[in-house]
């Protein structure tokens, strides 16, 4: 049986993905759980299992084009399942149809903040006919009482949740089968957005019409989509029934809006035009325009809203390491033996982690309206990592309760990991508090950018030997690094960041109280 794989949740908040590298062909037999591509989000690259054995029989993105969560990534035939083209099968089917789709319906957005739902009654059975729009079944959120309608006409083939089960948003409800008419809308709902023939033709595609007494019929999803858009949801064909409006109605608008709108532009328009390209500079054979998306994206989407929500302030100190180095140097050949890396960086963590038991106000969180604030009682210690796809920071997790050496092991782990963009989603999560390491690559101080919503961060500067007074007066050498802390000015005030710092900075310095503190 030929059946979609649908791109799974593959990380909190990604819509999109890019097809890094296809592992198999149209064509192969593959098994379960065998590897299938790469795909990069804006946090890791991340690769993608069949969950069946089959064969492969389309890939419906090329490497480089940009997929699409809860959309079909290829297909196959299962094996051990019967294929719709057997001959005997044909003779018990009783459509006209030369080809049967099977489609899983997936739960859609029902509400904001909604992860799941209740099934508090099914309106169908296994093999009724279903039309479009159909109630199907009643779910209940923690809202409200909510009826799925059905997005095609076609035979219900198997309902996955048993009335009273729990159902997951974007997780498969249903299964139907798709016949004639039904498999035609079915099969251009789910073309790939960047289908260049669903932007240049949509008339060819998709029949659509304006809502009745100019109401749209939407889904939430779709309204809030339309909204992020900032766009009148009444105004948009929508393909439908009654001129029901899909994400897919919104994406072909958008592009026509945008076709269209430069063959008549506006005064407004045509200055911001001319001042363009009169502060543009003269293109050149070898210049190029890439799109910017990815972990880059992301990075400057979060960046933008830490600036533009939190008022930092910076604290800068140094700090002697070189009691600590000595230590770090007795230990390491000890500890590389058990194949442990002990880096500066354990002892950066561990300390910092001692240190917020006396100021917990720089392991908390505010909510938007900076109406309350969470302490949090596990010291999730996040650490950047410069990695081949962009900057990540993974945290090691309850640092609180872990030596040194445990600490060191994490580092290890996830720093390998990140610099091969495959830090798993739980990796990035959690955070409260990081660390940036900009002294790795160079340079002394820095203005950090928090990490919302955490409420600070502090960068390590490089390492330098320099001159400095002992207690009789006498210059000596001592290993010295510049720190760089940013605050949240909302929770933490100038005096509150430099006593956590000098408490840091005393573990630091002087080894032996950290292992005093750590008993």
Not at 256 to 267: A, D, E, G, L, W
Request: net charge negative; with cysteine.
């Amino acid at each position: 049986m030929a059946k979609e794989f649908i791109l799974p949740d593959i990380g909190e908040g990604i819509v999109e993905c890019e097809v890094v590298e296809w592992l198999v062909a149209v064509g192969d037999e593959v098994k379960e759980d065998q590897p299938i591509c790469d795909v990069m989000t804006d946090k890791a690259l991340v690769q993608i299992p069949a969950v069946h054995d089959g064969v492969i029989t389309t890939l419906h993105y090329q490497k480089g084009e940009i997929a699409k969560v809860h959309e079909p990534l290829f297909a196959m035939n299962v094996a051990g399942v019967g294929s719709v083209n057997d001959p005997e099968q044909a003779q018990d089917q009783t459509p006209s149809n030369d080809d049967i789709h099977f489609e899983d319906f997936i739960l859609p957005d029902i509400g904001e903040g909604i992860v799941e739902c209740e099934i508090v009654e099914w309106l169908v059975a296994q093999g009724d006919e279903i039309k479009e729009d159909q109630a199907v079944c009643d779910v209940m959120t923690d809202k409200a009482l909510v009826q799925i309608p059905a997005k095609y006409d076609g035979v219900v083939e198997k309902l996955y949740y048993q009335k009273g089960e729990i159902a997951q948003v974007h997780s498969p409800l249903f299964q139907m089968r798709l016949t004639g008419a039904g498999q035609q809308t079915s099969a251009t709902a789910l073309q790939p957005s960047n289908d260049v023939s669903s932007v240049t033709a949509p008339s060819e595609v998709v029949t659509t019409q304006l809502p009745k007494n100019g109401k749209a019929i939407a889904s939430p999803a779709v309204r809030r989509l339309a909204k992020e858009q900032d766009l009148d949801i009444n105004l948009i064909p929508g393909s439908g029934k009654n001129g029901r409006v899909y994400k897919e109605d919104i994406s072909r608008f958008t592009s026509q809006h945008n076709t269209i709108q430069p063959m008549v532009p506006s005064t407004a328009c045509s200055a911001t035009a001319n001042q363009a390209n009169t502060a543009a500079p003269t293109a050149h054979n070898n210049s190029r325009v890439e799109p910017i998306r990815g972990m880059k994206a992301a990075m400057a989407k979060q960046m933008v809203a830490s600036v533009s929500t939190i008022p930092h302030f910076t604290f800068s100190d140094e700090i002697d390491l070189t009691d600590i180095i000595a230590l770090r140097k007795e230990l390491k050949e000890q500890y590389a033996k058990d194949g442990i890396k002990l880096t500066m960086m354990p002892f950066f963590i561990k300390a910092l982690s001692l240190a917020i038991k006396e100021f917990p106000i720089v392991n908390s969180q505010v909510n938007e309206q900076c109406t309350e604030i969470t302490y949090f009682n596990d010291h999730n210690i996040g650490m950047a990592v410069d990695s081949k796809l962009g900057l990540l920071v993974p945290n090691i997790k309850s640092c609180q309760t872990k030596s040194i050496v445990e600490v060191a092991q994490e580092v290890t782990r996830l720093t390998n990991a990140a610099r091969e963009g495959r830090v798993s989603p739980d990796d990035l999560k959690a955070g409260t508090i990081s660390i940036s390491n900009i002294g790795a690559i160079g340079g002394t101080t820095a203005t950090p950018i928090i990490n919302k919503p955490e409420v600070a961060i502090v960068a390590l500067g490089k390492l330098q030997h320099l001159p400095r007074f002992d207690n009789e007066g006498n210059v000596v050498s001592r290993a010295i690094m510049q720190v760089s802390w940013s605050g949240d000015h909302r929770v933490i005030d100038g005096g509150t960041i430099a006593r956590f710092n000098n408490l840091w900075k005393a573990y630091l310095e002087n080894p032996a109280k950290m292992m005093m503190a750590m008993s």
